[in-house]
């Protein structure tokens, strides 16, 4: 999973363009997804381009697009908000959204459609992995216990999220 995020600004202006924030795969007619902005109403970049929100112009705000390759969906988030989850890639980059399959990231883009006279900025870009938790609290992990059991074998989350077994280990959770 890819969390591809950036601060954005919108000028406003009589005749406003359409942007976009989006990503496409390796393939140049591969789109993963993103949103797309027409005035202050935020569309996603999927299938039947769905109304997820409203963006207020003339202000930064931070956006989120969490791309899933193994489940072929992403998730979208404005100033910390989720705006929609589990929308399904786009796949066509021209002519409607027909779901292909997008294998491997390609690049980010924010860019304008149209013929506005309005600006828009871009801030603080980019691309992070999401780390997602291997366990659910009262649910099995890969070590076949939950993080509750595994916290309280190993003294605590901190030492739980270590190596299992190798007790005072500088690891992903730090120095013990």
């Given at each position: ?151 309280q ?19 992903i959770?730090?120095r013990?």
């Amino acid at each position: 999973m890819f969390d591809l995020s950036a601060d954005i600004f919108l000028a406003s202006s009589a005749n406003e363009s359409s942007w976009q924030f989006a990503t496409t795969g390796r393939k140049r007619y591969r789109v993963c997804g993103g949103i797309d902005i027409s005035g202050t109403s935020i569309v996603a970049i999927t299938s039947g381009f769905p109304a997820v929100g409203t963006l207020t112009r003339d202000t930064w705000h931070h956006v989120d697009v969490i791309l899933d390759y193994l489940s072929q969906t992403f998730a979208l988030k404005l100033d910390g908000s989720t705006l929609a989850t589990n929308l399904p890639f786009c796949g066509n980059n021209f002519g409607p959204c027909n779901g292909a399959h997008v294998a491997e990231f390609g690049w980010a883009l924010f860019n304008t459609f149209g013929n506005g006279n309005d600006s828009g900025y871009i801030d603080n870009f980019s691309i992070a992995t999401v780390v997602t938790f291997a366990g659910t609290p009262g649910f099995s992990n890969c070590h076949g216990q939950s993080a509750v059991a595994l916290a309280q074998q190993f003294g605590g989350l901190k030492r739980g999220s270590s190596d299992p077994g190798v007790p005072e280990r500088a690891g992903i959770a730090g120095r013990h």
